[in-house]
């Protein structure tokens, strides 16, 4: 499996958009804050990996 990185550049009520940093000219994805990790803020960074988002 992959590893994808990404920042968490807006959060939206129960949703966070996010975007891939390790990879240029990607765009914003909205996805379910149940799916993130609970701590998550603004600019944190995640980690995507086995179908699972985690601070990176």
Do not use: C
């Not at 807006?10 to 990607?26: F, H, L, P, Q, T």
């Amino acid at each position: 499996m992959e590893t994808w990185y990404y920042e968490v550049v807006s959060i939206e009520g129960d949703y966070a958009n996010i975007r891939r940093v390790d990879k240029a000219g990607e765009d914003v994805k909205l996805v379910a804050r149940a799916l993130l990790p609970m701590e998550i803020t603004e600019g944190s960074r995640l980690k995507y990996e086995m179908l699972q988002y985690e601070m990176a």
